[in-house]
Structures are given as structure tokens and as C-alpha cells.
């Protein structure tokens, strides 16, 4: 059974950086495509960056791109989001995600394989 722990959340003023790490156990990670999704209060959880299992396609949200990077290190079994420029509207839980399928991974949050309990992300303007 895969299991994802996340770490690096935390409080962050706008402009700022931070950088989520989720962990990967109990199956071979280079099987897996990441994600990261968000969900905000009283909002849907939605998709923010993807990657294959290779790291040789990644795909991000609107309204993330420029300013956040997703990354992996199949050695090491993670997968990081670097997070540049933090605006308010980024405060949210951010939560790992893994399937086989990087098609699920990115576009049908329903049927993702595993999900990480979540870190918080608070931005303060």
C-alpha cells in the first residue's frame, strides 16, 4: 500500500518562498506520477503540478506557472514543490498525490491511487 507523508508547510509573508517535500513509501516510486493538488477553505481540492515518473513531463496550473516548480529524486523516493512569489490566494492545504497513471494523477482527482494527509500553506499579505 503506498503511503505519502508531506513536510515543509508552514507561514510564509507574500512574496516569499517555500518548499513542500512529500515522501513516498511502501511501493517503488519510480512506478508512480506526483502530483499536488491544494484545497483552500470552503473551496474544491484543485490540481497545482504534476510529473511523470521518469520527471520528463510536468504540467502546472494557470495560475501557478512561472512561479512554482515540481520536481523529483527517484533515489531518495520524493517529490518536492518549490513555491516562489506566495500571494494570499495561495493559503491553502497541499496535499501529495500518486497513481500509476500521470493522466489520473492530473485530471481525475477521483480515482488517484494514494493521497498524503496534507500541509498547511499560510500566506500573509
Known amino acids: 500500500q503506498v503511503q505519502l507523508v508531506e513536510s515543509g508547510g508552514g507561514l510564509v509573508q507574500a512574496g516569499g518562498s517555500l518548499r513542500l517535500s512529500c515522501t513516498l513509501s511502501?511501493?517503488?516510486?519510480?512506478?508512480?506520477?506526483m502530483a499536488w493538488y491544494r484545497q483552500a477553505p470552503g473551496k474544491e481540492r484543485e490540481f497545482v503540478a504534476s510529473i511523470s515518473w521518469s520527471g520528463g513531463q510536468d504540467y502546472y496550473a494557470d495560475f501557478v506557472k512561472g512561479r512554482f516548480t515540481i520536481s523529483r529524486d527517484n533515489d531518495k523516493n520524493t517529490t518536492d514543490l518549490q513555491m516562489n512569489s506566495l500571494e494570499p490566494e495561495d493559503t491553502a492545504v497541499y496535499f501529495c498525490a500518486a497513481d500509476r497513471s500521470i493522466r489520473v494523477v492530473s485530471n481525475d482527482r477521483d480515482h488517484v491511487n494514494a493521497w498524503g494527509q496534507g500541509a498547511l500553506v499560510t500566506v500573509s499579505s
Open positions: 511502501g511501493r517503488t516510486f519510480s512506478s508512480y506520477a
